[in-house]
């Protein structure tokens, strides 16, 4: 079992930043898929960004083109924690940020994450 914790949300003017964060317990993220994903009010949960183990050594990013150049996911390993960099913040950018982690299945559909946190809302006024 994973147990992911998210924090680092708050409300903020369009072209501000935020970073967002999880923190992970209970087994080692280092051979998960870690991703962001995010729901607006009304909406369905969306993917944002990912970033895949792979061999263990390289991990590739991979982002939803809304969030192409704005966003930047990372992840330590030895910390166990999984951040998200956003910049130049928009009014669309409002939703409730989830972290994830799965170990199988496409990094796009939230049905292949096994554990997610509890969520941090993230408020973008224009």
């Known amino acids: 079992q994973v147990q992911l914790v998210e924090s680092g949300g708050g409300l903020v003017q369009a072209g501000g930043s935020l970073r967002l964060s999880c923190a992970a317990s209970?087994?080692?993220?280092?051979?998960?898929?870690m991703a962001w994903f995010r729901q607006p009010p009304g909406q369905e949960r969306e993917f944002v960004a990912a970033i895949d183990w792979s061999s263990g050594i390289l991990y590739y990013a991979y982002y939803a083109d809304s969030v192409k150049g704005r966003f930047t996911i990372s992840r330590d390993n030895a910390k166990n924690t999984m951040s998200m960099q956003m910049n130049s913040l928009k009014p669309e950018d409002t939703a409730v940020y989830y972290c994830a982690a799965r170990d199988r299945g496409s990094r796009y559909y939230p049905e292949n994450y096994a554990y997610w946190g509890q969520g941090t809302q993230v408020t973008v006024s224009s």
């Open positions: 209970g087994r080692t993220i280092r051979y998960y898929s």
